[in-house]
């Protein structure tokens, strides 16, 4: 298994353009999140899903969508890219056993800089 | 709304000594807590994770502990070792996917 994995590992863009940043988990998982680390903020979720098409806010949502079509997948995608935005992007999946859910599996992360 | 403790923020020791990473939360209300591994420019590496009803785990020479009516947790390290050197994360889990993390402690472990 690859496990989780994210794509581009950096990316420069400009403030105003817009881009998405792709997570993918060959784990059948059915949880998935988006994460940002920022110094002094430490990590904080962007958005998250419980499962193909439910998808929910997390603590800083605003400049950011998401979608969830299947399984796999969990893109997030910045509308406008502001200078704010800048930092690192972790994608995250996990599971339930036993009505319990299991732990955390991070991708390797994103680097954004944003002009 | 949930705030999450580590103290303290760095840590340098002597090789072969063990240690206590401690981490506090304000609400009790959570599902598990977890303590991750950061190495410089990666992503995190679950190390343990304790579900709400049990009070410790181990794995290795890596031993937590919760005490959620005190909202308290510690990850002790036995005889501590260079490659252990890392920013070590606490985090609990509110909700299905909302994970609330600590800042964390930079461990430095000196040969």
């Known amino acids: 298994n690859a496990g989780v994995t994210q794509t581009p590992k950096f990316q420069v863009l400009k403030t105003g353009q817009s881009m998405t940043l792709q997570c993918a988990q060959d784990?059948?998982?059915?949880?998935m999140s988006w994460y940002r680390q920022d110094p002094g903020m430490g990590l904080r979720l962007i958005h998250y899903s419980v499962g193909a098409g439910i998808t929910d806010q997390g603590e800083v949502p605003n400049g950011y969508n998401v979608s969830r079509s299947t399984t796999e997948d969990f893109p997030l995608r910045l509308l406008s890219a502001a200078p704010s935005q800048t930092s690192v992007y972790f994608c995250a999946s996990s599971f339930t056993s036993g009505g319990a859910v299991e732990t955390q599996y991070f991708g390797p992360g994103t680097r954004l800089l944003v002009l | 709304k949930q705030e999450v403790t580590q103290i303290p923020a760095a840590l340098s020791v002597p090789e072969g000594e063990n240690l206590v990473l401690n981490c506090s939360f304000t609400?009790?209300?959570?599902?598990?807590l977890q303590w991750f591994r950061q190495d410089p420019g990666k992503g995190l590496t679950s190390l343990l994770l304790i579900q709400s009803s049990q009070r410790e785990q181990t794995s290795g020479r890596l031993n937590a502990s919760l005490d959620k009516s005190s909202g308290r947790s510690t990850l002790y390290i036995a005889a501590s070792q260079p490659g252990d050197s890392a920013t070590y994360l606490c985090a609990v889990l509110q909700g299905a996917q909302k994970l609330v993390f600590g800042q964390g402690t930079r461990l430095t472990i000196n040969p």
């Open positions: 784990m059948n998982h059915e949880y």
């Open positions: 609400d009790s209300a959570i599902y598990n």
